[in-house]
Nanobody, 121 residues
Framework: QVQLVESGGGSVQTGDSLRLSCAASGRTFTSYTMGWFRQAPGKEREFVGA????????YFADSVKGRFTIARDNAKNTVYLQMNRLKPEDTAVYSCAARHRSLPNAEYQYWGQGTQVTVSS
């Protein structure tokens, strides 16, 4: 089992920045690819971005590419989502997730409870 706890959400204005954190515990953190997802009210959950186990590769949805970055600190078992130039359409509950790195085509196995991000115009 992997336990994931997000933090750092809040209410900001358009154009502001916010950094989310996701602290992991339970299993070897470096065994996992880490992903960020979001779900807005009335919408399906969507992929935001992901980072490989060693931080060497990152992937982003087109909607956030160039504005969001992902980093991980394996010594602290933590992954970060840096969100810049935020827009109202970024408003959602953001969740982190873990997928074992040996299963690149599998669904993410572990999920955090999510943290709310609200961007007002």
């Amino acid at each position: 089992q992997v336990q994931l706890v997000e933090s750092g959400g809040g209410s900001v204005q358009t154009g502001d920045s916010l950094r989310l954190s996701c602290a992991a515990s339970g299993r070897t953190f470096t065994s996992y690819t880490m992903g960020w997802f979001r779900q807005a009210p009335g919408k399906e959950r969507e992929f935001v971005g992901a980072i490989s186990w060693n931080g060497g590769n990152t992937y982003f949805a087109d909607s956030v590419k160039g504005r969001f970055t992902i980093a991980r600190d394996n010594a602290k078992n933590t992954v970060y989502l840096q969100m810049n130039r935020l827009k109202p359409e970024d408003t959602a509950v953001y969740s982190c997730a873990a997928r074992h790195r040996s299963l690149p085509n599998a669904e993410y196995q572990y999920w955090g409870q999510g943290t709310q991000v609200t961007v007002s115009s």
